[in-house]
């Protein structure tokens, strides 16, 4: 039987994990630019790290961007942890935070591939499909109080 445990990063260590697990997937995987991928957000952002069985294999970030809204970003699992509810439960983790933090809101730019991801946990999509590092995205919303 596997453990999942998701956490707000508390150390050092576990920030690294943090950049290790982003840089293995969106710089490595997803040939994004690293000079794209680590950003000033980082450092007021709420860094969240999944683990399973002890072993970091997946992270996310809440950013409060005033007004009562949260922008989740920077959802990336190891493969080895995909297919098991992680980033479900790295979602949930983020809307908990937000929650905590009296926002009202979160929002997300989520890659395209991962709209029905997204959808199915409660986000709609608006505007118009647009590139981040080459990649498509679409702006998500979902407002926290109903799940």
Same mark, same amino acid.
């Given at each position: #039987?596997?453990?999942?445990?998701?956490?707000? &990063?508390?150390? +050092?260590?576990?920030?690294?994990?943090?950049?290790?697990?982003?840089? &293995?997937?969106?710089?490595? =995987?997803?040939?994004?630019?690293?000079?794209?991928?680590?950003?000033?957000?980082?450092?007021?952002?709420?860094?969240?790290?999944? @683990?399973?069985?002890?072993?970091?294999?997946?992270?996310?970030? *809440?950013?409060?961007?005033?007004?009562?809204?949260?922008? @989740?970003?920077? @959802?990336?699992?190891?493969?080895?942890?995909?297919?098991?509810?992680?980033?479900?439960? *790295?979602?949930?983790?983020? =809307?908990?935070?937000?929650?905590?933090?009296? @926002?009202?809101?979160? +929002? *997300?730019? &989520?890659?395209? !591939?991962? *709209?029905?991801?997204?959808?199915?946990?409660?986000?709609?999509? !608006?505007? =118009?499909?647009?590139?981040?590092?080459?990649?498509? !995205? #679409? !702006? #998500?919303?979902? +407002?926290?109080?109903?799940?």
């Amino acid at each position: #039987m596997t453990t999942t445990e998701i956490r707000l &990063a508390r150390d +050092e260590r576990d920030r690294a994990a943090v950049f290790v697990i982003r840089g &293995a997937v969106f710089v490595a =995987e997803q040939q994004v630019p690293v000079e794209e991928e680590w950003d000033s957000r980082d450092t007021a952002a709420d860094h969240f790290l999944a @683990l399973v069985d002890g072993v970091p294999v997946g992270t996310v970030r *809440l950013v409060d961007l005033g007004g009562g809204t949260g922008l @989740l970003g920077r @959802l990336a699992v190891l493969p080895k942890g995909r297919g098991n509810g992680t980033g479900v439960a *790295l979602v949930r983790a983020v =809307e908990e935070r937000a929650s905590e933090r009296g @926002l009202d809101r979160v +929002e *997300l730019h &989520a890659q395209t !591939h991962a *709209l029905g991801f997204y959808t199915r946990l409660g986000y709609t999509a !608006h505007g =118009e499909e647009f590139l981040d590092a080459g990649i498509p !995205h #679409m !702006h #998500m919303v979902r +407002e926290l109080g109903r799940r």
